[in-house]
């Protein structure tokens, strides 16, 4: 229905080693220090969720924690958000793409239980930047925000658990956050449509996009 497939083999694109220029568009040049700033945003912005966190799950009246209990939730929790979310925080990017787009999750090899995606569909820039927050938004910031919410009405030793979950989320969010910085911070004419080829990023002018 979205045209997503799972593998486990590279595209060929990928593997090449001269990349031709893509005809009728501009290479995105990569700013080596947005990523430094992606990685310290997203610092402060776990700092931040940390210590509004413990502010707030200490304001909640409780009984002294049962350590076996918390152990075992903390186990549960971490457990999930190192094994299934990588893959659904690549989902998200998927269905954030055009519905009719064909998207590749690449399962990586040798390097454990991670994978990313690749899609050559030509998207505006706020879409773009759209597609690489949106995780961050659905499976750290908003969890986050329900939490501190609910908190009071839960058991404490679950907000407790829940916590690092949530900040981990976040922070293998990084490099989406990098992406979306140096994208919104380029200078590109109104209406270019942006997409990947290979390990490169292009830029369409309005002019030069191919009618579907």
Same mark, same amino acid.
């Given at each position: 229905?979205?045209n997503?497939?799972?593998t486990k083999?590279l595209?060929?694109v990928?593997?090449?080693?001269n990349?031709?220029p893509?005809?009728d568009a501009h ?19 776990l700092?931040?969720m940390?210590?509004c966190?413990?502010w707030? %799950? ?5 009984e ?14 971490l457990a ?8 659904i925080h ?6 954030a793409y ?6 590749l999750?690449?399962l990586?090899k040798g390097?454990g239980?991670?994978c ?7 998207v505006?820039?706020l879409?773009? %930047?759209? %597609? ?5 938004f659905?499976?750290g910031?908003?969890?986050?925000? %329900?939490?501190?919410?609910i908190?009071p009405?839960i ?9 690092p979950?949530?900040l981990?989320?976040v922070?293998i969010?990084?490099i989406?956050v990098?992406n ?9 004419p ?6 990947l080829?290979?390990s490169?990023?292009y830029c369409?002018?309005?002019?030069n996009?191919k009618?579907?």
């Open positions: 229905m979205f997503i497939k799972f083999e595209p060929s990928l593997t090449e080693p990349h031709s893509v005809e290479e995105v040049q990569y700013v080596p220090r947005m990523k430094t700033l992606g990685f310290c945003t997203t610092g402060v912005l700092l931040l940390g210590f966190g413990a707030r %799950i200490r304001q909640i009246p409780h002294p924690l049962q350590r076996d209990l918390l152990c075992i939730l903390l186990i549960i929790s999930i958000a190192f094994v299934p979310c990588p893959y690549e989902l998200i990017h998927a269905f055009p519905k009719r787009a064909e998207k999750i690449i990586s390097k239980l991670t990313y995606i690749y899609c050559e569909a030509e505006s820039r879409r773009l %930047i759209l %597609i690489y927050l949106l995780p961050l659905l499976m910031l908003l969890p986050f925000a %329900i939490l501190m919410w908190s009405n058991p404490y030793v679950i907000s407790v658990s829940l916590l979950s949530l981990y989320l922070f969010a990084s989406d990098s979306a910085l140096m994208i919104a911070t380029r200078k590109l109104r209406g270019a449509k942006l997409f080829r290979g490169h990023l369409r002018f309005e002019q996009i009618q579907e």
